[in-house]
């Protein structure tokens, strides 16, 4: 004898794997910040996020923390900035660094890539209708759940393939 549960109040989303193509975050969204990084900078060098980003690239830099890390030129041409903080990043990605300052500058270009409509999040086929379904009909509150930034969740359902869905998460 089967005994019906009770509707949920509540549904916990995780989303690599489960909304979206795992690979899509090694395969394109990492990608894309060694690919667009140097445009990004170009396109938002006079913009005040752009501009404390570098300095605090340039203060990490200049604590010696890390042996090795690429000088950045902030005093100079705008060019030699762009190309000192874009070696900077690129160097950060290769050493594998999980700073603080390299997670805000992806956080910059990504949040650029999307509203330049560079870029799109993958969402699975029935992800928007299954959220649709339980939000809309059914009144059950959706959660995310993500070991990565809570800001770059928002990004990623705010820009997806099938739209924004972020209004439906809770």
Sequence with gaps: MSKKLP???A????IEGTTTDR????RTLFPMIRQK?????????DKSETKELIKS????QKSGKYQGMPVIES????ESTIASVENNVQWQLTSKLKTTELKSAELLCWVWLYESGLLKSHVYDDVSDALHEWKV??????YTYSSGMACAQKLLFCNTVRGNLYPLVD
């Excluded at 549904?11 to 995780?14: A, G, Y």
């Excluded at 009909?137 to 959706?142: D, E, M, P, Q, T």
Aim: charged share 40%; aromatic share 8%; proline share 3%.
């Design 7 to 9: 509707k949920p109040k």
């Design 11 to 14: 549904i916990v989303i995780d």
């Design 23 to 26: 690979k899509f975050v090694s």
């Design 37 to 45: 990084f140097k445009e990004f900078l170009t396109k938002t060098i």
């Design 57 to 60: 690239l340039e203060k990490l």
């Design 75 to 78: 005093a100079g041409r705008k």
């Design 137 to 142: 009909r059914s009144g059950i509150k959706l």
